[in-house]
């Protein structure tokens, strides 16, 4: 097996701003085409290095076969050929079965790899989800094994990388349906020669962050930290994020990438000044009920004229 070329898939995420992107709906729960052709071309100009599509702010795994490959279909074609398309697999929340969980998740991988996606985002199996949490406050097991939930959530990453494309691991917070993944996990997860980066979610846990970073930056220094922060997107790139993969990018991209290059290119000045104003944003759309944030963007869109109301 051709395993991917770490240092190319570092250099390619460098700075990178991949908004993970929603999907617009008829009022009968359809795709609106013409708003999603609108959408895509109007973001086919903007400053980013790529998309995320069948993310947790595309709801991917609640989209139809058929509404998921008219969604990545119509970014491939939208992008030119160097942007990066990072496509999210996993399975539905109302999977309970394992064996059926894990089938629907290839099932996705081998869908998005014939549809031309270029990485794979890795919804968390939270049929396995564990009673460790990252912070080690509970130890039940010598430090270096797994448990059977932890092996079990290994064993899913590795039955989707034989997808052929590369994995980005996620690290999502439990109530937008994710998992804690413990240290070890961590370790054994970012030690899969398909994994290529990690995006972090964790909302409001700085200290998670904090601690998956330090861990990147020790040991597992070829592998690439992508924050999923939104609201607290500066401080994530001081912490020491390599990219963005977050849901706020799929609108006011400019000021996001503005940001991003500001920080890269040591402009301090410049990063205080737009970091006041994407928290701003964040601070508007990142709020209570949280699930919510996929409907503001949306209306932030039609604000901003790129989506009708209809389609909101």
């Not at 996993?90 to 064996?99: V, Y």
């Not at 009673?131 to 039940?140: D, S, T, V």
């Not at 920080?263 to 000045?269: R, S, T």
């Amino acid at each position: 097996m051709t395993y991917p070329d770490l240092s190319a898939w570092r250099a390619r995420l460098a700075g990178a701003l991949l908004p993970a992107v929603p999907v617009p709906f008829t009022e009968r729960g359809e795709i609106d085409g013409s708003a999603h052709a609108a959408y895509t071309t109007y973001m086919s100009a903007q400053p980013l290095a790529g998309v995320a599509v069948w993310a947790h702010t595309g709801r991917g795994l609640r989209l139809t076969r058929q509404q998921r490959r008219e969604v990545l279909t119509a970014w491939r074609s939208a992008l030119s050929k160097d942007k990066t398309v990072v496509a999210g697999v996993g399975a539905p929340p109302d999977i309970l079965d394992p064996k059926q969980h894990s089938e629907s998740a290839v099932g996705m991988a081998a869908e998005a790899a014939s549809l031309g996606a270029d990485a794979l985002l890795v919804h968390p199996p939270t049929i396995y989800r564990s009673r460790l949490r990252f912070n080690g406050q509970e130890h039940r097991l010598d430090p270096f094994d797994l448990d059977p939930n932890e092996a079990s959530t290994l064993r899913y990453h590795q039955q989707i990388a034989a997808a052929g494309l590369p994995l980005v691991v996620f690290y999502l917070y439990e109530a937008a349906g994710g998992i804690c993944y413990s240290p070890r996990l961590l370790r054994k997860l970012l030690s899969m020669p398909e994994v290529v980066a990690i995006k972090m979610a964790t909302l409001d846990s700085v200290t998670t962050f904090q601690d998956v970073s330090r861990m990147i930056t020790r040991e597992f220094p070829e592998k690439t930290l992508i924050t999923g922060e939104d609201r607290f997107l500066g401080y994530s790139l001081m912490c020491g994020a390599q990219a963005a993969l977050i849901g706020m990018g799929a609108v006011c991209v400019k000021l996001q990438h503005a940001l991003l290059h500001a920080f890269f290119n040591a402009d301090a000045v410049r990063f205080l000044q737009l970091s006041r104003l994407v928290d701003a944003l964040a601070q508007a759309l990142f709020i209570h009920p949280m699930e919510g944030y996929i409907h503001r963007t949306l209306w932030a869109l039609a604000h901003l004229g790129v989506l009708p109301q209809t389609a909101v």
